[in-house]
């Protein structure tokens, strides 16, 4: 059975990781002092799944974690107990261990069973709430089915709580009944049951003759017995005789019992299937006796029963009356929610984007050759390369979107990281997040949770101050990191921002000195904050757990330019710190401008452009020693020159005669000098790393519509190129 | 024909193993993640038999049983609690709601086709 199991594994562990995400995200929303009751079902509902999940799928361990989690849950939601802030601690807790537990099951790392063990109990100390002593425990094997009673222990039933308690007054029962037709788990599931109640001890199994006879030590009386009894048991074939009460210790239950019931357990699968039928009821299903309509006998209780659900049923009748005529339009509405997505493996989407991106060169191509047809005699094959030019255009937007997700899925992990570490810190931190629903490429929103991570980290640490720091600032105690994303041109700007001590120039001045960096006094802000993203800098006096070692930032910003982002920081003394991180919309497609220089063609990213002009002669300079300068609108900007940069034989080398493309990147401006404009394109990325080598100046390559090998300008690197030059 | 189940939970996994199941031994099969949802699509599809998780969000599988019940289509067709609570008071409501039987989770597919088959088979 299990090889036909292991194919619904994968779609469990998302399943159950999307389940823990929300469970984690509703427990760090929940207000201890009025908690919603709506969070609370839906956390508990999160372990429940993944509790019925796991067991379904025979990861025990996880059942067991997320079975303690559910019982002290249900008791929050039921309202036996009160929300306390430990609670939610070590509900994380659990949370993370089961996190564990499903990493492992995936392969990914190795869970611990001891950190289990420990959050198991703590959830257990807590939802016992002082009530059970240890040897209580013991009482508790470590199968399924006995977890499951003391769930329903802790639940329901306090008389049986009470019944555990080795000093309360105890009755001894004799219990006979025929198991003719009983199931080796039916009566495994009734001892199970009786064991609840106090200390059982079976005199005969069934074995022998049908007949079974049990001794069960309990403070409850005969009529808890009874009922436990009852629902399996034919009434009529049921003998409980009380033989004496005492006031004496229950012994612990031998473990005889427990092993007898586990090797019976065996035989459980060679049942005889129309034997169990016989039979009212087996543990793990069954079947109520009477038609559903029409019941025939009833108790009293059952009557009032029944009578209470008719008058509820009479109440709803109206309502349900109108659920059922607005049900077809509510259909339309409940199909919008899960049931209208599909899982769809990443690769799958990969395939089908390099697909449209060969489409697309092919269709550049088809364009090109029809574009030397004439257009009054080729009327039909233009307005047909028109339409087949939109059609790709479009497929490709909507194949792009597919691997768009909101940003919220890299946000919604930070209200826990900033949780812990500021109560780590003992610092008071709120986390504000602006536009989770940004959407960005799939593989940028995995790149970027760990830079991210570490901002959000740097900030709480170094940004926010302690509490007495800030009033004594005149700034409230609770400091506020914001995350914000929006879009801005063709990017998406990430920004981490905090209300907190502001970064020191003369600090990280002093620092770049000591490190041999070469600062000068007269660098602005600008470039001074950038320092601290050198490697092995770090301002913090004293070096911390959580960072301070300046290991980090370098690789921050290496992170986040080697997915093409760009990274710059504002800071005021004493007042905030914000660092943007500006990303390109997704990883495979770019809006680019065609330049040419000789015979080649480059690709300038559209984003980085503000404009193009031919210059007068009398704009251009030369600063000696230190190439050409242009006068744009008074400000004097470096010349890049690509024919000079690349080595290529060019006609055009005055300035005045080719175009400049004036760049921006990072707050600094050059101009490109060109040849020529060619026109603008959607190009189709395609690595050079993976397929050459790195270029520098170059950021990738991509194939035009004539076939011919362009390659893509990283603008933001010529830039800097350039202001080095200057400087 | 084949016969219709309709089968409900709020967890995909289990519902695609239920449903895997069930397809591969001939029967039809309509998803539903909820109660809700279950209710709607139980007006829309005549089904043979219903299985139903307990504890889901919108509606839970008890209020999914009783308002079943009062349809007209409903008052006679198999409907099987798929739970993990194997609790009494569960059993009670259920049966009370008229439910023609429980299974409890975890349950293993053969399990699931031994009760089925039993119930429509």
């Known amino acids: ?727 | 024909m084949a016969k219709t189940i309709l089968a409900v939970d709020d967890s995909a996994s289990i519902r695609q193993m239920v449903s895997f199941t069930l397809k591969g031994a001939g029967y039809e099969v309509i998803e539903a993640v909820d109660g809700q949802d279950a209710l709607d699509k139980a007006n829309i599809h005549k089904v043979n038999l219903v299985l139903t998780d307990i504890n889901m969000p919108r509606m839970d599988g008890l209020k999914l049983l009783e308002l079943l019940r009062k349809l007209s289509d409903y008052k006679t067709i198999p409907i099987l609690m798929l739970t993990t609570e194997s609790g009494d008071e569960i059993k009670a409501k259920s049966r009370a709601a008229g439910a023609t039987g429980w299974l409890v989770k975890p349950f293993d597919p053969k399990r699931l086709l031994e009760v089925i088959n039993k119930v429509i088979g």
């Open chain 1, 1 to 727: 059975m299990s090889a036909d199991l292991e194919q619904f594994y994968e779609i469990f562990f998302e399943e159950s990781s999307e389940l823990l995400a929300d469970m984690e995200a509703c427990l760090l929303r929940l207000d201890v002092n009025s908690p919603d009751l709506e969070d609370l079902n839906a956390i508990f509902r999160a372990a429940h799944s993944i509790k019925g999940g796991a067991g379904t799928f025979g990861f025990t361990d996880m059942t067991e974690t997320t079975h303690m989690l559910e019982t002290l849950l249900d008791k929050l939601r039921k309202g036996e107990l009160e929300v306390r802030i430990e609670m939610i601690d070590a509900f994380l807790k659990a949370g993370d261990v089961i996190k564990e537990q499903l990493a492992a099951h995936r392969g990914e790392g190795q869970a611990d069973p001891a950190t289990a063990t420990a959050i198991c109990e703590e959830l257990k100390r807590l939802s016992d709430d002082t009530q059970v002593t240890p040897k209580e425990i013991k009482v508790v094997s470590h199968t399924e089915t006995s977890v499951v009673s003391q769930k329903k222990m802790n639940d329901t039933d306090h008389t049986s709580l009470e019944s555990v308690d080795l000093l309360k007054p105890s009755h001894t029962y004799i219990i006979e009944f025929s198991d003719y037709g009983m199931s080796d788990t039916a009566s495994q599931n009734l001892f199970a049951n009786l064991k609840q109640l106090g200390v059982l001890e079976v005199n005969a199994l069934k074995n022998e003759k049908e007949l079974c006879s049990l001794r069960l030590i309990t403070s409850n009386c005969e009529e808890d017995v009874w009922e436990t009894l009852a629902f399996v048991v034919d009434p009529a074939k049921l003998t409980i005789e009380e033989i004496s009460s005492k006031s004496t210790s229950i012994p612990i239950p031998e473990d005889k019992t427990v092993d007898a019931i586990d090797t019976d357990e065996k035989s459980l699968c060679d049942q005889d299937v129309t034997k169990i039928s016989k039979i009212v009821t087996t543990p793990d299903y069954g079947f109520f006796p009477e038609a559903p309509a029409a019941p025939k006998e009833m108790g009293d209780h059952e009557i009032n029963e029944n009578l209470q659900l008719q008058k509820i049923s009479n109440n709803n009748r109206e309502e349900q009356i109108a659920s059922s005529k607005s049900s077809s339009k509510t259909n339309v509405a409940s199909t919008s929610g899960e049931a209208s997505s599909i899982r769809v493996s990443i690769e799958k989407v990969d395939q089908m984007i390099n697909l449209v991106g060969e489409l697309v060169i092919t269709q550049a191509m088809l364009a090109q050759t029809a574009s030397q047809f004439d257009p009054v005699v080729f009327e039909k094959l233009h307005s047909g390369m028109n339409q087949l030019e939109r059609n790709t255009r479009d497929l490709q937007e909507s194949v792009m979107s597919i691997r768009m997700m909101p940003i919220s899925f890299v946000f919604s992990r930070y209200p826990r990281v900033v949780r812990d570490l500021a109560s780590k810190l003992s610092k008071r931190v709120e986390l504000k997040t602006v536009g989770e629903n940004t959407e960005l490429d799939k593989g940028l929103i995995e790149k970027i949770a760990d830079p991210l991570t570490h901002l959000v980290r740097n900030s709480l640490d170094h940004g926010i101050e302690m509490p007495e720091k800030r009033i004594a600032a005149g700034k409230p105690a609770q400091g506020t990191i914001t995350l914000r994303a929006f879009h801005q041109g063709g990017s998406i700007v990430i920004e981490v921002s905090d209300d907190g001590a502001g970064l020191n120039r003369g600090k990280i001045l002093e620092k770049a000195r000591e490190r041999g960096l070469s600062v000068h006094d007269g660098m602005t802000d600008q470039e001074v904050w950038l320092l601290i993203f050198e490697a092995g800098f770090s301002t913090a006096e004293a070096i911390t757990d959580v960072s301070g070692r300046g290991v980090g930032m370098d690789v921050v910003k290496r992170n986040i330019q080697s997915i093409g982002g760009r990274i710059d920081i504002e800071s005021k003394f004493g007042v905030e710190t914000r660092i943007s991180i500006r990303l390109p919309l997704t990883l495979a497609i770019l809006d680019g401008l065609s330049v040419a220089v000789g015979d080649q063609m480059f690709i300038v990213p559209l984003n980085y452009i503000t404009e193009s002009l031919q210059p007068n002669i009398s704009d251009v300079k030369t600063v000696s020693g230190r190439g050409r300068v242009v006068q744009v609108r008074g400000e004097y900007l470096p010349v890049i020159a690509l024919h000079e940069i690349f080595n290529l034989r060019s006609n055009v080398t005055a300035v005045n005669e080719g175009i400049l493309v004036i760049l921006e990147a990072e707050g600094h401006k050059a101009a490109l000098f060109v040849d020529d404009l060619i026109g603008q394109h959607q190009v189709v990325i395609k690595s050079l790393e993976s397929n050459y080598r790195r270029v520098q100046g170059v950021s990738g390559a991509t194939i035009m519509g004539d076939g011919k090998v362009a390659l893509i300008l990283d603008a933001a690197a010529l830039v800097l190129a350039s202001q080095q030059e200057i400087v």
